[in-house]
Every structure is written in C-alpha cells, then in structure tokens.
C-alpha cells in the first residue's frame, strides 16, 4: 500500500501552477461559502495542494506532517460542526420557513459581494507577486503566498463568526508557513507552526460549541 509520500511523489507534477490555481479556488470559496461541508472539503483540499508547493521548499517527510496536520483540524471542524447541525435541527425555530425568501436573498447578495471582493484580492495579489517579489521563493509560491495572506484576512473581516473566522486565520497562516519555511526550513519551526494551526483549531471549535450552547447555533452569516 503506498505511503503517503509516495502518494505526494506520484502528483509532483501539480506541485506549481496547478497548485496555486487550486489554492485561489479553494480559498474562493472559504471566501463566498457559508455551508460547512463545501468548507471542510476545501479547507481539506486547500491544505493538499499547500503540501504539494511544501515539497519544493522542505523534505517531503516535513510536508507530510505538515499536512496531516491540517487534515487533523478538518477532521475538529467536521465533527464539531455535524454536532452544531444536530443540535440546530433539534431546537429549529417554527418561524424559519416564513422568511426563507427574505434569508435566500440576503445569502445571494452577500455571496455576490464576497465574490467580488475575492476577485479584487487575487488581481492585488497577482499585481503584488510581480512588482514585490518574495526573497528566496519562487514566482508561483510567491503568488501562493499572497492569495493566502489576502483571501485569509479578507475572510477574517467580512465575517464574526467563530468558524469563518479561524477559518480566515487558518488560510492565512498557510501562507505565512508557505513562506516562512523558505527561509528556515527546520523542523523546530515546523512544530511551531502546526502547534500555533491546532491551537487555533482547538480554539475555534470551542467557541463555536459554546456559540450553539448559547442559542446562537443558526447558520454562519
């Protein structure tokens, strides 16, 4: 049974513009989904093409853990937020289904703006990746780096919820690790790095249990 280095060997050609143009999909729709599975599935696929720009940068036994890791929190984010969904088709409200009209429009028009600011972002961060060059990375990861940095906090501030939140935290420090690594690439920062990624999950998930425990558990804005 292949490992999964061999796993990450066999995909290595995807490890440049593949990559990054999955990381700006994945990202996107962090950006302009509210719905928990389709987050989970691109937080999942978002940290697999990360690992596979790590391995240009890092041995790829580093980039391994790093990416299960990451496939850890999704794992604490799916758990948590298919116990927030059984708790909130327990306790539904009788008045929901008289403004689901009203609820779809608003979702639209917000998913139209995050759209839109998402692609203001990605045009800043191509313009960027050009004009300031990272030092010691290259071009696409340089790219990668900054969807990253500027999707995570775009995602950070257009939302107050706990999940969308720590997810914007966590697409952030993707790219910060994407480029810190470059210039120490030693597995004491590693460590730090996943540890600090956890701890944010951890973090996350907890404040998300306590938002549903509180009666706020209705569906992220």
Not at 28 to 40: A, E, P, Q, T, Y
Not at 83 to 94: G, H, I, P, V
Not at 164 to 175: R, Y
Request: proline fraction near 4%; aromatic fraction near 8%.
């Amino acid at each position: 049974m292949p490992t999964l280095i061999d796993l990450l060997a066999r995909v290595s050609f995807l490890a440049a513009m593949p990559a990054v143009a999955g990381i700006l999909v994945t990202a996107g729709l962090l950006v302009v989904s509210r719905d928990w599975r389709l987050n989970v599935t691109a937080l999942t696929l978002q940290y697999f093409f990360v690992v596979l720009l790590l391995t240009r940068l890092i041995r790829p036994e580093v980039a391994a853990v790093k990416g299960l890791i990451g496939w850890m929190i999704c794992m604490v984010f799916y758990l948590t937020e298919r116990r927030a969904s059984m708790l909130q088709q327990l306790s539904a409200a009788e008045g929901m289904a008289a403004s689901q009209r009203w609820r779809r429009w608003i979702l639209s028009a917000r998913a139209s703006f995050c759209l839109l600011a998402g692609i203001l972002v990605a045009v800043a961060a191509y313009t960027a990746a050009l004009r300031i060059p990272l030092p010691e990375v290259p071009t696409d990861i340089t790219l990668a780096c900054y969807l990253l940095a500027g999707l995570g906090l775009l995602l950070i501030g257009l939302s107050e919820a706990p999940m969308q939140v720590g997810l914007g935290l966590l697409t952030f420090l993707s790219g910060f690790d994407l480029f810190y690594v470059a210039l120490e690439p030693s597995l004491a920062v590693a460590a730090l790095l996943g540890a600090v990624s956890f701890l944010i999950a951890l973090a996350t998930a907890y404040l998300r249990a306590a938002q549903v425990a509180a009666g706020g558990g209705g569906r992220t804005p």
